[in-house]
C-alpha cells in the first residue's frame, strides 16, 4: 500500500511538472512583456517630464 502511495503520488508530481512547463514559459513571455512595457512607459515619462522644463 505504501509503495502504491508513493508512486501515484510521483505520478502526480510528474503531471504536475508537465502541465507547469507551459505556464512557466507563458508567465516568462508576458513577464517579458511587461518589463518592456514598463520601460517604455518610463522613458516616455522622462522625455514628457524634460520638455515639460524645456517649455517653461
Avoid: C, Y
Avoid at 510521483?10 to 517579458?32: M, N, T, Y
Wanted: a neutral charge; charged letters at 40%; hydrophobic letters at 35%.
Amino acid at each position: 500500500k505504501l509503495l502504491m502511495d508513493r508512486e501515484h503520488v510521483l505520478q502526480k508530481i510528474g503531471l504536475s511538472e508537465k502541465q507547469w512547463k507551459p505556464v512557466k514559459a507563458e508567465f516568462d513571455q508576458v513577464s517579458a512583456v511587461h518589463s518592456d512595457t514598463k520601460a517604455e512607459l518610463d522613458r516616455l515619462e522622462r522625455q514628457t517630464f524634460l520638455e515639460e522644463l524645456k517649455n517653461r
